[in-house]
């Protein structure tokens, strides 16, 4: 009990916490507050308000176009990822398969390797199969970074199935593919859904993937980089404000419901 | 849901035929299925082919190929490859590598710029993951874990971006130094190395704090009430206690924040400056423009990839713990 007790090193530890809270919410505290500016500059202080910016970008085709876009490619991508990503962990997790170990280490590969260096051996990779940059190979790009987190999810969710659910659905006449769906696949349920808004919202958020393997039309980060480079009014921080509204609330929900499948 | 596993079956059984309901049943009468079923349930090889032939075929195409693709390439001499052309290897993208010091130093300062953030981030994060797993009622620990993952939402360029807010000369950091009177000038402080480990530690902080706390909120408390029982005070409590138990979490928290930030590509884009060249702004610069400098790129490529992964690797043998995850 003595831990929880109030001592010099724990008011210190306390305030350590609360200045890293800090640390992670006062930029994005003020990018958000900056998206009210009256203004068509970005620069401190703030002294007049308006929600102009809001309005201006709810209007913008550009910014329409790019979420939309960010989503199509974001839905493609987690509904690939994670069939491949099951598949592999049901591998990966079977008794009878030798080295499984292996399998599940290369599966993981694309997890460890750093994002730059995948991102360039992709864009060879795909001149080599003479796939040209653009949608499809954002695509693959995203989904072959997706997959590891699927297997790692999955496989963590299969490892505390009890074995016998299958064989009893077995017993029961149940073939392999019905025990799957019937069985296996409502188990792992909860999990998945955490896993594939995670894809989903990894896919949304990339930028150095899409960087190498895009064409002309723009994802989200894309958009959002390319104005930040090109001159700077506070638009872009109502822009960023709506996407880390959404992708924030999205991440929350997701994370919460990973946490309470594991308990 | 194992009940209603049960008496779906079991309803089927007794009416025969519609042995079960809806998409299922329908996919499970049709004589596709029936005949694939058929087919894995008397041949133990096809059954294996079926949950081998996709995944393997995944991994070796688009988790392997790539990296082979990208070894192959770094070695040709003649490239892009016309019709007709035969491959000539050589190793001289190589040599380039270590003779120029053009390329040679922004690798360097990459790799020292990677182990002080890893350090930074470690020293910085080990507290907040401390407090979270032992200070704070076990209650609580889910919430304030919360907190903390919420920005880690927002995307990449976003939280670059609203650290150019903060550290720009017109930023909110300046402007408030400003307003005291403390300076009259706007301190530089964006483009430079400050500004960049400032955002990349913003960036990566989550990889550091997973791992971290979940081998700190293992340490039975027990262990903690014996060492003080004995008469450890607070920081020989910490050295010979703690820090050994968590071992595993700072290898892993470490090797996971090393990766990432050897590869990090959108913040030297946005923070940096021209002092602050790291090594993948250099090898984006040959992969943009012609091809023919592809060679070199893909061999700087290879030589980032197996440097960074041999550095952790030895790092995880040397430090290492017995359980250590990169996941």
């Known amino acids: 009990m003595r831990l929880y007790m109030k001592n010099p090193q724990n008011v210190f530890l306390t305030g350590f916490y609360w200045a890293f809270v800090a640390y992670l919410f006062v930029p994005l505290m003020l990018m958000t507050a900056m998206s009210f500016k009256d203004s068509n500059f970005i620069s401190f202080p703030i002294d007049s308000f308006t929600m102009k910016w809001y309005v201006q970008v709810v209007q913008d085709e550009q910014f329409l176009s790019a979420v939309g876009y960010s989503l199509m490619i974001a839905f493609i991508v ?21 080295g499984k170990a ?56 299969l490892r505390s199935m009890p074995s016998n659910l299958v064989d009893a659905a077995r017993d029961l006449g149940a073939d392999n593919f019905i025990a799957f769906f019937r069985v296996t696949l409502p188990y792992l349920g909860p999990a998945l859904v ?28 894309m958009l959002i980089f390319a104005k930040i480079s090109g001159g700077m009014s506070p638009e872009i921080n109502a822009m960023a404000t709506l996407v880390l509204i959404a992708t924030g609330a999205i991440g929350l929900y997701a994370e919460r419901r990973v946490r309470r499948s594991r308990n | ?52 032939a996709v995944p393997l075929a995944w991994i070796a195409f688009f988790n392997i190929g790539p990296i082979l693709q990208m070894a192959n390439i770094s070695l040709l001499a003649n490239y892009p490859l016309m019709d007709g052309d035969e491959p000539v290897y ?42 979270i797993g032992k200070v704070i009622r076990p209650a609580s620990r889910n919430r304030a874990l919360l907190l903390l993952l919420t920005p880690f939402w927002a995307g990449e360029i976003i939280r670059v971006f609203s650290v150019i807010m903060l550290l720009a000369n017109r930023g909110a950091v300046n ?29 990566i902080a989550l990889y550091m704090l997973l791992p971290l706390y ?56 946005l923070l940096g400056g021209p002092n602050t060249v790291i090594f993948p702004e250099i090898i984006a610069q040959l992969f943009h423009g012609s091809n023919d400098k592809w060679p070199a790129g893909a061999a700087f490529s290879i030589i980032m990839l197996l440097i960074s992964l041999t550095t952790v690797g030895l790092f995880v043998r040397v430090v290492g713990g017995r359980n250590v995850k990169l996941m």
């Open chain 1, 78 to 98: 987690t509904v690939v990822a994670t069939a491949i990503g099951v598949w592999i962990a049901l591998l990966a997790s079977n008794e009878a398969i030798w």
């Open chain 1, 102 to 157: 292996l399998i599940f280490a290369l599966a993981c590969l694309p997890a460890v390797v750093p994002g730059m260096i995948q991102a360039i051996s992709m864009r060879i990779f795909i001149r080599a199969i003479d796939v040209p940059t653009g949608t499809f190979a954002i695509i693959l790009g995203h989904t072959v970074h997706a997959v590891p987190f699927v297997v790692i999810m999955a496989m963590t969710r």
């Open chain 1, 194 to 221: 955490g896993g594939m808004i995670f894809c989903a919202l990894t896919s949304i958020d990339d930028f150095v993937r899409t960087f190498f393997l895009g064409g002309y039309q723009t994802t989200l980060p």
């Open chain 2, 1 to 52: 849901m194992t009940k209603d596993v049960l008496a779906g079956s079991g309803q089927g059984v007794k009416k025969g035929r519609t042995r079960y309901a809806g998409w299922i049943g329908t996919l499970a009468r049709s004589p596709l299925y029936r005949g694939t079923i058929g087919l894995l349930a008397e041949s133990r090889v096809a059954r294996l082919a079926a949950l081998l």
């Open chain 2, 90 to 131: 050589t190793l001289s993208q190589y040599a380039l590598f270590f003779q120029e010091s053009l390329y040679f130093m922004p690798f360097l300062r990459s790799v020292v710029f990677s182990v002080a953030v890893t350090a930074a981030t470690l020293i910085v994060v080990y507290p907040v993951a401390y407090y």
């Open chain 2, 175 to 203: 402007a408030l130094l400003r307003e005291f009177g403390i300076i009259d000038r706007p301190i530089p402080m964006l483009y430079t190395y400050f500004s960049l480990s400032f955002g990349v530690v913003y960036l």
């Open chain 2, 214 to 269: 979940s081998s700190i909120e293992k340490i039975p408390n027990s262990l903690l009430d014996a060492a003080s029982d004995l008469g450890a005070g607070p920081l020989q409590r910490f050295r010979r206690v703690i820090l050994p138990l968590s071992r595993d979490g700072i290898v892993s928290g470490c090797s996971l924040v090393f990766l990432t930030t050897i590869g990090v590509f959108a913040a030297p884009l």
